[in-house]
């Protein structure tokens, strides 16, 4: 096993470096930099693609017809202006060079500060972690809690009403989008049209610091209901269904029969025996789930109900050109997967360890 971990280990570094890489490159032919960002502002657009979409020919042009700026937007501006820009922004060196140096940066877990918020890369992720890993955390159980007692009940009674009825109102969930589903939400139980039991917006109340201890937990659980509820509605038919399909498998081996043929009360039959090997694959895909809505929360929920989380961090990080933060939540994120693979395989030996990987191949 020690061979397969480190085998599995070795194998991050090159998989994370060319996802670095493929960004990387990408980046460098995506119009609307960091200095265009800031030219717009200085002009008044506030937005560069503002600029690319309306199709402007801000690009400078000399006397002669040739460009003498690479830069959109940045007609009338002083060429020593252009010059300082570059050089505090790290484009004045050749592309190989920044992204060995960031590389090696990043290696430290030196993620650099962020161009344009003046706080660093780290402590904004840590600033904005709380929101994600309540959406994460939670709708992570609750799919759990809930989609595995459902899936084992409809393996049960499979081709009853009770299967019939559940497997239609799990798959017309999972077909509602997420965001649709917040919407709906807010207006019905956020003061939208219809009643207002829960708050709009944000993780806590204006007067937190004033609660005790009873009443900061109530007051959390109270904001968070709607965003996790619309978070978790889509991962409940997954689950539902992996479970149900995984228990029907093992219902019909031969060592179930056995057990019945000997007298075992069902229930001993279902959680003792049947449990354990139908579980294998829905349990041990909890670290890869978490992380999933972990760290793919979804903007426009987080939007919706006014959380500022990773969610809207990558993207205006994304929109702003902050490269800093999108580079260093980008490569801490890829590392975190990659690991939590490896968990993943960690946790099926955990399960059963009747499992071995060394055998493999």
Do not use: C
């Amino acid at each position: 096993m020690g061979a397969y971990i480190l085998r599995r280990l070795l194998l991050v570094i090159p998989t994370l470096l060319g996802i670095m890489i493929i960004n990387f490159v990408l980046t460098q032919f995506v119009p609307g930099g960091p200095i265009e960002q800031i030219i717009a502002e200085m002009e008044g657009r506030g937005d560069v693609f503002e600029t690319i979409a309306g199709g402007r020919g801000d690009v400078n042009t000399d006397a002669s017809g040739e460009f003498d700026s690479k830069y959109i937007g940045a007609r009338g501006l002083p060429p020593e202006f252009i010059a300082q820009l570059e050089r505090e922004f790290g484009f004045d060196r050749p592309p190989l060079e920044r992204f060995l140096d960031m590389m090696w940066n990043y290696i430290r877990f030196d993620f650099g500060e962020s161009w344009f918020r003046s706080i660093s890369v780290t402590d904004l992720v840590l600033e904005k972690m709380p929101v994600s890993i309540t959406l994460g955390l939670w709708s992570t159980l609750i799919a759990y809690f809930v989609s595995i007692p459902l899936g084992i009940r409809k393996a049960v009674r499979d081709g009853s009403a009770f299967d019939t009825w559940t497997s239609g109102a799990i798959i017309v969930g999972y077909a509602i989008p997420g965001f649709l589903f917040a919407i709906l939400l807010i207006v019905m139980f956020a003061g939208g049209s219809y009643w207002r039991f829960f708050p709009l917006r944000g993780l806590t109340s204006d007067n937190w610091d004033q609660m005790n201890a009873l009443a900061k937990v109530g007051d959390y659980l109270w904001h968070i209901t709607l965003p996790v509820l619309a978070s978790t509605i889509s991962s409940f038919a997954t689950l539902t269904l992996l479970t149900k399909n995984s228990f029907l498998d093992e219902i019909k081996k031969q060592y179930v029969m056995t057990a019945r043929a000997k007298g075992l009360p069902e229930s001993r039959v279902l959680y003792g025996h049947v449990f354990r090997n139908a579980m294998l694959i829905v349990i041990s895909g909890f670290p890869a789930l978490f992380i999933g809505v972990f760290f793919g929360g979804s903007l426009i929920i987080e939007t919706l109900f006014s959380l500022d989380g990773l969610g809207r961090l990558g993207y205006e990080a994304a929109i702003a050109r902050d490269y800093p933060v999108v580079f260093g939540t980008l490569f801490a994120f890829s590392l975190m997967g990659l690991l939590i693979g490896i968990i993943t395989d960690l946790t099926y030996i955990f399960v059963d360890p009747r499992i071995d990987f060394e055998s493999r191949g």
